[in-house]
C-alpha cells in the first residue's frame, strides 16, 4: 500500500513554508502516487484541486495543506459499504487467480458469523480442486446449487483473461441460472491502474460491486481503489490476507489511514495531547488513558496504530474495557502503581477476583493483556519517526 507518511514527515519538518517548499511537496506526492500505479488522470485531478485549494488562502500553513489533502482524497475514496446482510444470492466472477474462492470462502465466514445461514457452492467445471478448496474452508460447502428462502448463497465461478471471450459467455449462462441479486467483481490489488480496464471488460456481467483483494501485499493497491472508483461501482469488501477472517468492508478511513500514515488531521491532534512520552505506564495511568478513549471512536484510533478492529472485536474491546475499570477498582493503590505485584502473586489475584466479581481467569487474562499493552506503548514511545511527528506537527 502506498504510504505518503515520509512525505509528509518531511514536509511537516521543512523550518519554513514557501512556494519551493510547497511545491517540491506537490511534486512528490505526485511522484508516489504514479509509482504506486494510480492512474495519472487521478493523480493530476487530485494535485490540482490541491494547488487550486492553496492559492485560496492568502497565507497557507503545513496543516491547512495537509488537510486538505486529507479531505480530496477522502472524497474520492468514496463512501463506506455498511453490508447488506439480507438473504441472498451473490455470484463471485474475476480473473483468474484473482483470489474469487478465497473470497467466497471468507464471505462465508462473514456472513455466518453474523448469524446468517450461508451457503457456497461452486460453479468452476474448469478446475475441480477449486471444489475441494472450499471444501476444505467452509462448513456449508454444497455441491449442488438451490437456494431456499431466507438462505444467503455464494456462488463462486471459474476464472480465465477478460482476452477469453468463452468466460464471459460461460459467465453469462452462468448468471441466468443462479439469477443473483448481486454480481460482484473479484479484483487484486497487483492489478493497479488496470482494475479499470478490466471492469470494463466484465461489465456487460451487471457488475454491482467490486471486490479488491491482496492489498496487503501489493504496492498498487492505491491505483487499484483509485481506479475502480472512477467507475462508479461501489467497492463493497476489501481482502487483506490469506487467512478466512482476513477480510473487512470498504472503509476509505482505513484506507486513508494506511496512505497518509495516520489518522486523520483531528484525531491526531487528539492522540499528540494524550500521548505523555514520560508517562508511567501503570494500572493507574492506563485507566486514565482508557476513559479518556471513552466517547470518542476508539476503532478510528486503533487504526491509527495499524491495528484495524471488525464490529465483533470492537464490541469485544468495550465489554473488556467495562471488566478492566471493575478489576482495577478492586485493586490496592499500590497495586495500581505497581503492576509488577500482580504477576506472580495468586493470592493477590485471587483478592481481586472476589472484590470485582469476576472469574480468577478473567482477571489473569486481562493483566496479561495490561502486560501486552505496556509492550506496545513502549514499542511506541521508542519509534522515533512517530514521535517526530507527533512533536512536530501543530494540528
Ligand atoms: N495475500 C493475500 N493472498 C490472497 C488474498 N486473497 C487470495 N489470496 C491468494 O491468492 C491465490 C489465488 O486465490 P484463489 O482464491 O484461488 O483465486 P481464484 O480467483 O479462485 O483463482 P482461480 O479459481 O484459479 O481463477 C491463493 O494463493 C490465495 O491464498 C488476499 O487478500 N491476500
Ligand atoms: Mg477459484
Redesign the pocket.
Known amino acids: 500500500m502506498i504510504s505518503l507518511r515520509p512525505i509528509i514527515e518531511k514536509f511537516l519538518g521543512k523550518p519554513i513554508l514557501d512556494r519551493t517548499v510547497i511545491d517540491e511537496f506537490i511534486l512528490e506526492i505526485q511522484k508516489n502516487m504514479l509509482l504506486a500505479d494510480i492512474p495519472p488522470k487521478v493523480v493530476f485531478d487530485i494535485t490540482n484541486r490541491l494547488k487550486q485549494e492553496i492559492s485560496k488562502e492568502r497565507f497557507p500553513s503545513k496543516q491547512f495543506i495537509i488537510r486538505s489533502l486529507y479531505n480530496i482524497l477522502k472524497e474520492i475514496l468514496g463512501d463506506e459499504y455498511s453490508p447488506d446482510l439480507r438473504p441472498r444470492r451473490i455470484m463471485l466472477v474475476?480473473?483468474?487467480?484473482?483470489?474469487?474462492?478465497?473470497?467466497a470462502a471468507k464471505l462465508w465466514k462473514f456472513f455466518s458469523s453474523r448469524g446468517i445461514p450461508t451457503r457456497v457452492t461452486s460453479m468452476?467445471d474448469e478446475?475441480p480442486a477449486?471444489k475441494d478448496?472450499l471444501r476444505v474452508l467452509v462448513r456449508d460447502y454444497q455441491d449442488r446449487f438451490n437456494p431456499k428462502e431466507g438462505e444467503m448463497w455464494i456462488v463462486?465461478t471459474?476464472?480465465k483473461s477478460v482476452e477469453d471471450k468463452s468466460l464471459v459467455e460461460k459467465l453469462i449462462r452462468i448468471k441466468q441460472m443462479v439469477r443473483p441479486e448481486d454480481t460482484w467483481l473479484?479484483i487484486g490489488a497487483d492489478t493497479g491502474k488496470y482494475a479499470e480496464r478490466l471492469a470494463q471488460g466484465l461489465v456487460d456481467l451487471g457488475i454491482t460491486g467490486v471486490v479488491i483483494?491482496?492489498?496487503?501485499?501489493s504496492g498498487k493497491a492505491g491505483g487499484a481503489f483509485l481506479a475502480v472508483r472512477n467507475l462508479k461501482i461501489p467497492i463493497v469488501f476489501v481482502?487483506?490476507?490469506?487467512k478466512i477472517d482476513?477480510l473487512s468492508p470498504y472503509n476509505p478511513d482505513d484506507l486513508l489511514s494506511r496512505m497518509l500514515g495516520f489518522i486523520n488531521p483531528t484525531q491526531l491532534r487528539e492522540i499528540k495531547e494524550d500521548f505523555d512520552e514520560n508517562l508511567e505506564f501503570n494500572f493507574e495511568t492506563y485507566l486514565k488513558q482508557l476513559e479518556q478513549l471513552r466517547g470518542r471512536n476508539v476503532d478510528d484510533i486503533l487504526i491509527g496504530f495499524g491495528i484495524n478492529l471488525n464490529t465483533d472485536q470492537s464490541l469485544k474491546m468495550q465489554e473488556f474495557m467495562k471488566k478492566f475499570r471493575v478489576m482495577i477498582d478492586s485493586m490496592t493503590p499500590e497495586e495500581r502503581r505497581k503492576p509488577e505485584l500482580l504477576k506472580s502473586s495468586d493470592s493477590r489475584i485471587r483478592r481481586i477476583a472476589r472484590g470485582s466479581g469476576l472469574k480468577e481467569i478473567e482477571v489473569r487474562n486481562m493483566i496479561n493483556r495490561f502486560f501486552d499493552a505496556k509492550r506496545a506503548f513502549e514499542k511506541i514511545r521508542n519509534d522515533k519517526g512517530f514521535m517526530n511527528l507527533l512533536k512536530r506537527a501543530k494540528f
Open positions: 474475476g480473473l483468474y487467480g484473482s483470489g474469487k474462492t478465497t473470497t468452476d478446475r477449486g478448496q463462486d471459474p476464472g473479484v483483494t491482496k492489498i496487503d501485499g481482502g487483506y490476507g490469506e482476513q
